[in-house]
Each structure stands twice: as structure tokens, then as C-alpha cells.
């Protein structure tokens, strides 16, 4: 069973940044993508970002272009998320994801995730 443990969510001031870290563990499993998705009260969960672990290939939301990267560790299992001029409008719980070898899984913007982590709060404050 693969488990995600996030890290680095917090309170920030508008134009602030946070870098957010998530690691995956457990069982053998070999990681297709990890990526980053988000839910803010009240709304429905929005896509933020991906890569492709072999390759480095992102996917952005348009929301978040050119203010957050997404990179990763491979000899870590562990995906960053690097967000830089944060927004109001970025104040959300940001759960990890990754997509491995597994059949199946439940689609999350442009593609489907088989594990998600349990969030991690970032607040952004004007």
C-alpha cells in the first residue's frame, strides 16, 4: 500500500511563497507521475500540477503558470511543489498524488491517480 506524507503547508502573506514536499513509501510500486491537486471550501477539487517521474514532463493548471514548479526527487520517491506570488485565491488544502504502475485509478486533470495523500493546509492571507 503506497502511503504520502505532505509537508510544508502553512500561513503566508499575499506574494509570499511556500515549497511543499510530499514522499511516497510502502509496499513496491514504481511511480508513473506525482503531482498536486487542490480543494478549497465550498469548491470542487482543482488539478495543479504533475510530472512524469522518467521523463520530468509538467502539466500546469493555467491558474498557477509561471508562479508554481513542480520538480522531483527520484532517489527519494518525493515531489516538490514550489509556489512562489501566492494569491488569495491559492488558499486551499493541497493533496499529493501519484499515478503508478497499478491498473486503473480515479482522473485528476489530465490524467488518472491511484493514491492521494491527507492535505496539507495553505492559507494565504491578504
Known amino acids: 500500500q503506497v502511503q504520502l506524507v505532505e509537508s510544508g503547508g502553512g500561513l503566508v502573506q499575499a506574494g509570499g511563497s511556500l515549497r511543499l514536499s510530499c514522499a511516497a513509501s510502502g509496499g513496491t510500486f514504481n511511480i508513473l507521475t506525482m503531482g498536486w491537486f487542490r480543494q478549497a471550501p465550498g469548491k470542487e477539487r482543482e488539478f495543479v500540477a504533475d510530472i512524469t517521474w522518467s521523463g520530468g514532463g509538467t502539466s500546469y493548471a493555467d491558474s498557477v503558470k509561471g508562479r508554481f514548479t513542480v520538480s522531483r526527487d527520484k532517489s527519494r520517491n518525493t515531489v516538490f511543489l514550489q509556489m512562489n506570488s501566492l494569491k488569495s485565491e491559492d488558499t486551499a488544502v493541497y493533496y499529493c498524488?501519484?499515478?503508478?504502475?497499478?491498473?486503473?485509478?480515479?482522473?485528476?486533470?489530465?490524467?488518472?491517480?491511484?493514491?492521494w495523500g491527507q492535505g496539507t493546509q495553505v492559507t494565504v492571507s491578504t
Open positions: 498524488l501519484v499515478k503508478t504502475d497499478a491498473i486503473g485509478g480515479s482522473w485528476i486533470g489530465p490524467r488518472p491517480y491511484d493514491h
